[in-house]
T-cell receptor
């Protein structure tokens, strides 16, 4: 079964450093998402992306964050100048346009900012 | 905005016990409703879904019925197993087809 893959699975970074989290969505999917889950808390929507542009973003997704689809397969989340409170599990997800509205998630990238 | 409220955990049950995890939603329009499960150390997996009122989603012995009159989508299983221990998230898909999650309910099943 096709799946969303994410790299790295774990990353430890120093406060103030830039981090790029990578995702390969399911190949025929057209909508892409990033979600965040701080340890022990709820899953929070960050951003959705369609047709090479952001379609919606939450208040969490401030100027520190950016997303990009640099080629036909990857979808990246960049966090500039990381803060301690950015420590979380980041989930990438994708959705096929015509299959209704089921979103498929990757296994997540665990980011620890120290 | 659209939102989901689910029963707070943690929930601890003995094997073969009956499980109910309550979920209610607030939405404009007619959202689709989902249950996702997160096993220890893993990502989110779709457990079941329902796209319209009175639909029943089912998978792996779990069931949930979309109740428009009570705006609910409670998750049930008649006989839980140790392997069902996980965090369960109720979610809805809003007008923009973006997912909104509940806070999650941690279930621990003891032998």
């Amino acid at each position: 079964e096709p799946e969303v893959t994410q790299t790295p699975s774990h990353q430890v970074t120093q406060m103030g450093q830039e981090v790029i989290l990578r995702c390969v969505p399911i190949s025929n999917h057209l909508y892409f998402y990033w979600y965040r889950q701080i340890l022990g808390q709820k899953v929070e929507f960050l951003v959705s992306f369609y047709n090479n542009e952001i379609s919606e973003k939450s208040e969490i997704f401030d100027d520190q964050f950016s997303v990009e689809r640099p080629d036909g397969s990857n979808f990246t989340l960049k966090i500039r100048s990381t803060k301690l409170e950015d420590s979380a599990m980041y989930f990438c997800a994708s959705r096929e346009q015509t299959s209704g509205n089921t979103i498929y998630f990757g296994e997540g990238s665990w980011l620890t900012v120290v | 905005g659209d939102s989901v409220t689910q029963m707070e955990g943690p929930v601890t049950l003995s094997e073969e016990a009956f499980l109910t995890i309550n979920c209610t939603y607030t939405a404009t329009g007619y959202p689709s409703l989902f249950w996702y499960v997160q096993y220890p150390g893993e990502g989110l997996q779709l457990l079941l879904k329902a796209t319209k009122a009175d639909d029943k989603g089912s998978n792996k012995g779990f069931e949930a019925t979309y109740r428009k009159e009570t705006t609910s989508f409670h998750l049930e299983k008649g006989s839980v197993q140790v392997s069902d221990s996980a965090v369960y998230f109720c979610a809805l898909s809003d007008r923009n087809n973006d997912m909104r999650f509940g806070a999650g309910t941690r279930l621990t099943v003891k032998p």
